[in-house]
């Protein structure tokens, strides 16, 4: 026979995870609202070139769950990942743009009635190998169609956790050909209303 003790135990055990719960609804609307904003604000950035790499991000997102954006430090992977972001917005996924590597966000956050992608743009040291490594398990639980996942990762932190990662889950985006040099060059001559010498 359940006991009073234990029915406001029970009770006080489903309060407490109702409100955790419903604090992280809160924070992943305030998330996806301030996701919104970024996509916006990288929208209105005349000089920003879709680069091959990028392009390949997206059609590689077409049809995997997981991508991961390599690059060095300051090479534009945040900038290039919010462009991707863009493409999936207007594909109608919701996108949530996370700085932490909590594992715990994940579990509570994913609604799979819903489409989704959880970007997770976080400075990993190799020190935090244990973490990442739990992350990525918890990522690769929910990964489906409908719910995708982009890491932007520098190449210097890059670990043995992704050695098995197949080679259409990952995009170099510092990898740049002439065309996207040439491409950079004028859009950013553009906003500063510099005109091109032709050469005679």
């Avoid at 098995?164 to 001559?189: F, R, T, W």
Wanted: hydrophobic letters at 35%; proline letters at 1%.
């Amino acid at each position: 026979m359940i006991t009073k003790l234990e029915s406001a135990y029970t009770f006080l055990i489903m309060r407490y995870m109702f409100i955790i719960v419903e604090d992280f609804k809160e924070k992943k609307k305030i998330l996806e609202e301030n996701t919104e904003k970024r996509i916006k604000k990288h929208d209105l950035d005349e000089t920003f070139y879709v680069t091959t790499a990028v392009k390949e991000g997206t059609r590689l997102l077409d049809s995997n769950n997981i991508l991961v954006l390599l690059g060095t430090e300051k090479c534009g992977k945040t900038e290039a990942c919010l462009s991707l972001c863009k493409r999936c917005k207007e594909k109608d996924f919701a996108i949530i743009y996370l700085t932490s590597s909590n594992k715990e966000e994940v579990k509570y956050f994913i609604d799979k009635d819903k489409k989704e992608i959880y970007v997770f743009d976080i400075n990993m040291k190799p020190t935090e190998d244990d973490a990442l490594k739990e992350l990525i398990d918890e990522v690769k639980l929910h990964a489906s169609e409908n719910i995708r996942f982009i890491f932007t990762v520098k190449t210097s932190a890059v670990t043995k956790l992704f050695d098995n990662l197949p080679a259409d889950q990952q995009v170099k985006i510092d990898s740049l050909n002439e065309e996207d040099k040439k491409g950079i060059l004028m859009n950013h001559m553009k906003h500063n209303n510099i005109d091109v010498c032709k050469v005679t």
